[in-house]
Structures are given as structure tokens and as C-alpha cells.
């Protein structure tokens, strides 16, 4: 082979490498560049509730403004290629988006719970630190939730110094009583920020599981608890005005408000209830379960809510039909 030759492989070598560096930074600029924020976004389920997370997921991107990018990071298990297809039809639908799938498998199958009411995925939260280590924080959802508003404000909330911020919860002196009656800032782990730093450095995924282990036959709500136990020295709240939680009325706000150890303006919440930034529909109050009819449940209002988000996706019939609710 002459000096020819090996000259022209030389510079079609060059070509290509350069060729390829070229797509994967315009690759990565199309993604980040043009982008004022973003934002990750985890949820965690299994195959029972795809339909759900991806009316919460469309409750997202239908609220955000066009230079917000969010990385959604799904913990799933037992979800199938067609499950799949319907989440996926999200990025289908909005480019300011991507979807990153962490399959579970048999994670947490070691842990025995003692409610029939949860299931494994409600545990793969908390090794969310050690599943994204490049990443600093992270917004967590249940897939129980709506979003209305666009996220930057809330995802910007001051988490320095803290391991989550969430929304303050009631809890029962049970449970205070039992572990440790200093608690005051109990937070619901459906709608929190994780300052994915902190925890790593405190290895608190580990010290939590730990926890976990030696107790679960005295918790009732496995993770709330777990995880509201190792960290609630370093735990924050949010404003009341972001996050509401299964109300169906003003008196259900003002019984929340009086129950909490941590005194909040109330008005923010009821102003919160008419007009949300995020609903969470927690315990047995879920807008799939039991419902005929709309209006043969008692919080009207939020149900619409739900239906209406269902609505602007691409399943709203199939939803209708697997829910079996009926419109009137």
C-alpha cells in the first residue's frame, strides 16, 4: 500500500470521527441548548397503572412553557411493549421531551409488606439517589397526580441543606407516639423534591431500607413512614399554594389545616383547592375506583378534573372503557 492510499484512508478516517462528533453535538444542542430549563420528573409503577401515569405525565407537558425540557425517569416493572407504546406516545406528541425507562425487576421483593394496598413499585423511590448518580435533583410524582401549572417555579423551590421538600402531611399520634414524638414536619412522599446530593451523601437509601427491614409489621404506610423517619431532621416543606391532597371541600381544608403540627396559611390552601398548582388524589379517594358515574362521587370537582386531563390524550375512550365511568 502506497503513501497515496494510506493518505486518503487517513482522511476518510478523519471524516467520519469528525462526521460523528458533529451529529452527537447537534444531537445534544437540539435536546439541551435551546432550552431555559430542565427538569427531571421519576415516576414509579407497575403495570396496573400506565394508563394513569400517562394522563399525569400529559397533565405535565400540556402545562409547561415550550423552553422547559423534562426528562421523564420511569421505575417500572412488568410493563409490556404495548404499555410501553401508550406512555411513549407522550414524546410522540410533545418534542420537549424524553422518556428513560429503569426496568425494577425483583426489587424490594425481599421486603414483606403488610397491606395488601401497596405494591413493590411504591419502593423504588427511594433508590432513586443511586439510579440517576450524575444528577443533583429530581421532582417525584405519584402517578396519582395532575399538574396544572408549569413546573419551574416549584422545581426551583430552596432545597439546600435539605434531603426532600415536600407537602406537610397529618399523621396519626400513632405513629408519632411510636417512633419518635419530635416529628413536626411529617411530609407526603407522592409529590416531593429530592436533593439527590444530600441523600447520597448521607446514604440514606441504605439507612431507610434498613429501616424498612426491621419494621414493617408496625408501619402502615411502609414508605411515607420510612422514609419521613430517617430524614425528617433535614425535611422541607412547600408553600401550601403548590400541592393539594384529595380534598373534596373548604371543610376538608380547614381539617387539614388544624390537624397539622406546623401552623400554614390556610387561605393559601383553599386558594390552592380552587385553583391548583399540583392535585394529589392519596388514599381510597382515586377517580378510577368504584365510579359509574361522575356525579355519584362525592369530590365532583377533582374528578372532572381527572376526566378532563384524560381527555386531551390520545386514550380517552379506551380510559372510559377500562374505568368503566360513563359520561352523561
Known amino acids: 500500500m502506497n503513501c497515496f492510499n494510506i493518505k486518503n484512508i487517513l482522511i476518510k478516517v478523519l471524516v467520519l470521527f469528525f462526521t460523528i462528533i458533529i ?77 428513560k425507562y429503569y426496568e425494577m425487576r ?5 421486603i414483606k409488606i403488610s397491606s395488601s394496598i401497596w405494591s413493590t413499585a411504591n419502593f423504588y423511590r427511594i433508590i432513586l439517589p443511586e439510579l440517576l448518580p ?37 399523621k396519626s399520634n400513632r405513629f408519632f407516639n411510636k417512633f419518635n414524638s419530635r416529628f413536626n414536619n411529617f411530609i407526603n412522599t407522592g409529590t416531593m423534591l429530592f436533593n439527590l446530593e444530600e441523600l447520597r451523601k448521607g446514604k440514606i437509601s441504605e439507612k431507610i431500607q434498613k429501616f424498612l427491614k426491621n419494621h414493617y409489621k408496625e408501619l402502615r404506610s411502609p414508605v411515607n413512614e420510612a422514609m419521613n423517619y430517617i430524614t425528617y431532621l433535614k425535611n422541607g416543606y412547600f408553600s401550601p399554594k403548590f400541592v393539594v391532597i384529595s380534598f373534596c371541600n373548604k371543610n376538608e381544608v380547614l381539617s387539614y389545616c388544624n390537624n397539622l403540627k406546623i401552623k400554614i396559611n390556610c387561605n393559601q390552601v383553599l386558594r390552592a383547592f380552587k385553583d391548583p398548582y399540583i392535585y394529589h388524589f392519596i388514599g381510597h379517594k382515586k377517580p378510577w375506583k368504584k365510579i359509574t358515574n361522575y356525579k355519584e362521587y362525592v369530590c365532583f370537582d377533582p374528578i372532572i378534573r381527572f376526566y378532563e386531563m384524560a381527555k386531551k390524550t390520545h386514550y380517552y375512550y379506551d380510559i372510559l372503557k377500562l374505568f368503566k365511568v360513563k359520561i352523561k
Open 23 to 99: 451529529i452527537f453535538f447537534l444531537i445534544f444542542f437540539m435536546e439541551n441548548k435551546f432550552y431555559k430549563n430542565y427538569i427531571n420528573v421519576a415516576y414509579a409503577f407497575d403495570n396496573d397503572y400506565h394508563y394513569i401515569t400517562h394522563i399525569s405525565m400529559k397533565s405535565i407537558m400540556i402545562s409547561q412553557s415550550k423552553d422547559t425540557f423534562i426528562v421523564f425517569h420511569l421505575l417500572v416493572s412488568n410493563i409490556n411493549s404495548s404499555q410501553k407504546h401508550i406512555i411513549d406516545r407522550i414524546k410522540i406528541e410533545h418534542e420537549n421531551c424524553k422518556i
Open 106 to 110: 425483583d426489587k424490594f421483593k425481599n
Open 134 to 170: 450524575k444528577e443533583k435533583k429530581l421532582l417525584f410524582l405519584d402517578t396519582d397526580t395532575l399538574i396544572y401549572k408549569d413546573l419551574t417555579e416549584l422545581y426551583n423551590y430552596d432545597i439546600n441543606g435539605k434531603y426532600f421538600v415536600g407537602m406537610l402531611e397529618t
